[in-house]
T-cell receptor
Framework: AQTVTQSQPEMSVQEAETVTLSCTYD???????LFWYKQPPSRQMILVIR??????QNATENRFSVNFQKAAKSFSLKISDSQLGDTAMYFC???????????????FGTGTRLQVTL | DAGVIQSPRHEVTEMGQEVTLRCKPI?????LFWYRQTMMRGLELLIY????????DSGMPEDRFSAKMPNASFSTLKIQPSEPRDSAVYFC????????????FGPGTRLTVT
């Protein structure tokens, strides 16, 4: 079974600054995906960024980027130029790929609550 | 596209009553997932379907929970009888086979069982 650990329950960052959220995972699988989801106060879960395990290059999406260290089983999220709208719970998630290459379930970490302040 | 639609958004019921949560996935998506979110257990998968067929229901807590997907555009999650420990936010999500992992979540149903 896979486990996802987020060791930072809460974090705070000032507007325009950079913050890094940590995530580690444990798996014996070789084919998998990793994700960061954002849950703002509205409760809606929103995909922030995705990383395929077979890709060495770290994924980036505008102000969001990841540091994927496969050997260390680490997957951190960096938010640059933080904005007030980034205030939310952030969940790291793992999905193994089936042999057919199709989707399976997401396993989530416990989340990190990020507060962006003025 | 309207996104994933869930109803009701809020449900308050008494212990022992039957509760039915509804979900309409994004048109064309062939995967549908039901998740439950609580403070104690976080986000956990209950069941998921592929092309209306249940693939993994290992997360369904017990026989009081059942889920159906009679067609590609509708799914239900039923709890009968409901108990206070079922109080949680229930999310439905859908995805397309060609976009692995990009699950689109509905707004959730907040269930309170008194």
């Amino acid at each position: 079974a896979q486990t996802v650990t987020q060791s930072q329950p809460e974090m705070s960052v000032q507007e325009a600054e950079t913050v890094t959220l940590s995530c580690t995972y444990d798996t014996s699988e070789s084919n998998y995906y990793l994700f960061w989801y954002k849950q703002p106060p509205s409760r809606q879960m929103i995909l922030v960024i995705r990383q395929e395990a077979y890709k060495q290059q770290n994924a980036t999406e505008n102000r969001f980027s990841v540091n994927f260290q496969k050997a260390a089983k680490s997957f951190s999220l960096k938010i640059s130029d933080s904005q007030l709208g980034d205030t939310a719970m952030y969940f790291c998630a793992f999905m193994k790929l089936k042999l057919t290459g199709t989707a399976s379930k997401l396993t989530f970490g416990t989340g990190t609550r990020l507060q962006v302040t003025l | 596209d309207a996104g994933v639609i869930q109803s009701p958004r809020h449900e308050v019921t008494e212990m022992g009553q039957e509760v039915t949560l509804r979900c309409k996935p994004i048109s064309g998506h062939d995967y549908l997932f039901w998740y439950r979110q609580t403070m104690m257990r976080g986000l956990e998968l209950l069941i998921y379907f592929n092309n209306n067929v249940p693939i993994d229901d290992s997360g369904m807590p017990e026989d009081r929970f059942s889920a159906k997907m009679p067609n590609a555009s509708f799914s239900t999650l039923k709890i009968q009888p409901s108990e206070p420990r079922d109080s949680a936010v229930y999310f439905c999500a859908s995805s397309l086979v060609g976009t692995v992992g990009e699950q689109y979540f509905g707004p959730g149903t907040r269930l309170t069982v008194t």
